[in-house]
Nanobody
Framework: QVQLVESGGGLVQPGGSLRLSCATSGILFNIYNMNWYRQGPEKQRELVAAITTGGSTNYADSVKGRFTISRDNAKNTVYLQMNSLKPEDTAVYYC???????WGSGDYWGQGTQVTVSS
């Protein structure tokens, strides 16, 4: 059974930091590209950060320089370090695992973790 379990969300003041974690099980983590998405109130889900199986990263323009995605293949876990948080970062953050197409198809989601940035 595939599971993606996010943690680390919460309430933080503007300018603060949070570190999200996504622990996976039931997949061969090394062959999955990992992504963080978010969906704010009355907004569409958007891609925030991505990291490939090889460690290449990509970020939404709105978070460049503030967020860092990383992965620990030994722990089957992906992280999102979020610094200099702004109220507009408030959203439910979702972890997504997409199998590298070289290895076939596979697409899994976590249940989401709430991040609220407010004073």
């Amino acid at each position: 059974q595939v599971q993606l379990v996010e943690s680390g969300g919460g309430l933080v003041q503007p300018g603060g930091s949070l570190r999200l974690s996504c622990a996976t099980s039931g997949i061969l983590f090394n062959i999955y590209n990992m992504n963080w998405y978010r969906q704010g109130p009355e907004k569409q889900r958007e891609l925030v950060a991505a990291i490939t199986t090889g460690g290449s990263t990509n970020y939404a323009d709105s978070v460049k320089g503030r967020f860092t995605i990383s992965r620990d293949n030994a722990k089957n876990t992906v992280y999102l370090q979020m610094n200099s948080l702004k109220p507009e970062d408030t959203a439910v953050y979702y972890c997504n695992a997409k199998r590298d197409p070289v290895w076939g198809s596979g697409d899994y989601w976590g249940q989401g973790t709430q991040v609220t940035v407010s004073s």
